[in-house]
């Protein structure tokens, strides 16, 4: 009986905290995570101090007590059910795009764009175009293949932008299948990232505080449409000559 109070508990802890990563892995939030974890430490808390402590049987148990433990073995197996299940799911990648001969899963991109871009239909679209890119890019396929087999877009696009190669790939492209983008964290952190990787390297660094600079035109910038910003299209507007012009003179560091 106390082992399997044990295994139970180990169980419960798993199967929430699984789906709590999984919510957070599709929303970003972290309110999935903290909720889930609080819920499966108190159910494996609960069970563990069942299974060690002594029980005197001649002692009649309190119904409340009797109640509460019904509703704890309810709703642990209800998440034991739905681990399995997930687990089982978890070995077929729903969306997936052939290229080069290439099985590439999209099911990670989907849901990782999915407070970025909310039509489920245009994230697919999307990402089947970011692996077309990705599929047919030659520093990938010698330095990333796995990454890409494995659907880890995400990774692959980071490694690539550290080592300045983020502006060889086109796959701003593929925002052309995006009809509203929402601005988001991570958006805001892309926008930022590139005009970084931009200016380092160049006598704009000995010109700029790139930080503050680099700061101050995303800030500027979430007052307009996330599309626009993204395709381009903005840069040639007057005001982005308007932001860029401010956003330089506050940040000028030295001597002209």
Same mark, same amino acid.
């Given at each position: 009986?106390?082992?399997?109070?044990?295994?139970?508990?180990?169980?419960?802890f798993i199967?929430?905290?699984?789906?709590?990563?999984?919510?957070?892995?599709?929303?970003?939030?972290?309110?999935?995570?903290?909720?889930?974890?609080?819920?499966?430490?108190?159910?494996?808390?609960?069970?563990?101090?069942?299974?060690?402590?002594?029980?005197?049987?001649?002692?009649?148990?309190?119904?409340?007590?009797?109640?509460?433990w019904n509703?704890?073995?309810?709703?642990?197996?209800?998440g034991i059910?739905?681990?399995?299940?997930?687990?089982?799911?978890?070995?077929?990648?729903?969306?997936?795009?052939?290229?080069?001969?290439?099985?590439?899963?999209?099911?990670?991109?989907?849901?990782?764009?999915?407070?970025?871009?909310?039509?489920?239909?245009?994230?697919?679209?999307?990402?089947?175009?970011?692996?077309?890119?990705?599929?047919?890019? #030659?520093?990938?396929?010698?330095?990333?293949? +796995?990454? *890409?087999? %494995?659907?880890?877009?995400? /990774? &692959? @696009?980071?490694?690539?932008?550290?080592?300045?190669?983020?502006?060889?790939?086109?796959?701003?492209?593929?925002?052309?299948?995006?009809?509203?983008?929402?601005?988001?964290?991570?958006?805001?952190?892309?926008?930022?990232?590139?005009?970084?990787?931009?200016?380092?390297?160049?006598?704009?660094?000995?010109?700029?505080?790139? #930080?503050?600079?680099?700061?101050?035109?995303? +800030?500027? *910038?979430? %007052?307009?449409?996330?599309? /626009? &910003? @993204?395709?381009?299209?903005?840069?040639?507007?007057?005001?982005?000559?308007?932001?860029?012009?401010?956003?330089?003179?506050?940040?000028?560091?030295?001597?002209?």
């Amino acid at each position: 009986m106390k082992s399997g109070k044990i295994l139970l508990a180990i169980l419960i802890f798993i199967s929430f905290m699984r789906e709590g990563l999984n919510a957070f892995k599709e929303t970003g939030d972290a309110w999935f995570v903290i909720i889930m974890l609080t819920v499966a430490l108190l159910l494996s808390g609960l069970l563990i101090r069942s299974a060690f402590k002594p029980k005197d049987r001649f002692v009649q148990e309190n119904k409340n007590k009797i109640y509460l433990w019904n509703f704890i073995k309810v709703v642990s197996i209800l998440g034991i059910i739905g681990f399995v299940l997930n687990s089982g799911q978890d070995k077929t990648e729903e969306y997936v795009a052939d290229y080069n001969g290439m099985k590439i899963p999209l099911d990670k991109c989907i849901r990782g764009n999915v407070r970025m871009i909310e039509s489920e239909e245009e994230r697919i679209n999307y990402c089947d175009c970011m692996a077309g890119i990705l599929a047919n890019n #030659e520093t990938v396929l010698t330095d990333y293949k +796995d990454l *890409l087999l %494995n659907g880890d877009f995400g /990774e &692959i @696009i980071n490694s690539m932008k550290s080592r300045g190669l983020g502006g060889t790939m086109g796959l701003e492209g593929c925002f052309g299948f995006v009809t509203n983008i929402e601005w988001t964290d991570n958006v805001k952190i892309a926008i930022k990232g590139g005009f970084r990787n931009e200016m380092r390297g160049t006598d704009l660094e000995e010109r700029l505080d790139i #930080e503050g600079y680099c700061d101050c035109i995303v +800030d500027s *910038l979430v %007052n307009y449409p996330a599309n /626009e &910003i @993204i395709s381009g299209e903005f840069y040639e507007t007057k005001q982005w000559v308007k932001i860029d012009s401010i956003c330089t003179a506050r940040n000028l560091i030295g001597d002209l």
